[in-house]
């Protein structure tokens, strides 16, 4: 079974350029989810989709994010504009519907993301 | 709100010797999981160990065994006869729903 992707591994771009992360989860897992590391501090919960539907977007950091889902397989976070504070370690994660809840979520290997 | 806390940035043991992370958290709820993940060097986290709230009893997953302590809100991971490929980034995370709530991090260098 093929684990969580992601791409790209990394990226770098200037202030003010657009970057699109991609995530594809692991097949049949209905819940995928996104963090982010910023250097040295924790990682941070960014959202939550079931399926194509965004569960909790509480993480967001502002409107120049934006997560998609479509058709409820793979999922892109699009930074437009980019700006410095951005850089960090993008995660992915997925999990299936639990029929008896263990809350495990199987993570991808991230994108470092460097704004410069 | 709920907030993990691994007050170890950096740890080091010898080969075959056993080491304790440390995770403390914050919580107001009765029913959650904590978990500790483990990231090797440019590759994914994967789970190491997970603990029930409700469940006294301390995780033990082969050589990972976790000490669970409800009220004191803490949860500690031993590592026993630790090996070169235990050295790794390891994450302490608090769950009561879905979305994951993690520590800094504690970074674990094996020792030949």
């Known amino acids: 079974e093929a684990g969580v992707t992601q791409f790209p591994s990394h990226s770098v771009i200037e202030k003010g350029q657009t970057v699109t992360l991609r995530c594809d989860p692991i097949?049949?897992?209905?819940?995928l989810y996104w963090y982010r590391r910023v250097m040295g501090k924790e990682i941070k919960f960014l959202l939550h989709?079931?399926?194509?539907?965004?569960?909790?977007e509480s993480g967001m950091p502002n409107n120049r994010f934006l997560a998609e889902r479509t058709g409820g397989t793979y999922s892109t976070l699009k930074v437009q504009p980019a700006e410095l504070e951005d850089s960090g370690v993008y995660f992915c994660?997925?999990?299936?519907?639990?029929?008896?809840?263990?809350?495990?979520?199987?993570f991808g290997p991230g994108t470092r993301l460097t704004v410069t | 709100a709920q907030t993990v806390t691994q007050s170890q940035p950096e740890m080091s043991v010898q080969e075959a010797e056993t080491v304790t992370l440390s995770c403390t958290y914050d919580?107001?709820?009765?029913?959650?999981?904590l978990f500790w993940y483990k990231q090797p060097p440019s590759r994914q986290m994967i789970l190491v160990i997970r603990q029930e709230a409700y469940k006294q009893q301390n995780a033990t997953e082969n050589r990972f065994s976790v000490n669970f302590q409800k009220a004191a809100k803490s949860f500690s991971l031993k590592i026993s006869d630790s090996q070169l490929g235990d050295a790794a980034m390891y994450f302490c995370?608090?769950?009561?729903?879905?979305?994951?709530?993690f520590g800094t991090g504690t970074r674990l260098k094996v020792l030949a």
């Open positions: 097949s049949g897992h209905d819940n």
């Open positions: 919580t107001s709820e009765s029913d959650y999981y």
């Open positions: 995370a608090y769950t009561g729903t879905y979305k994951y709530i």
């Open positions: 994660a997925s999990s299936p519907i639990w029929t008896v809840p263990t809350y495990e979520q199987y």
């Open positions: 989709f079931v399926k194509e539907s965004k569960q909790d």
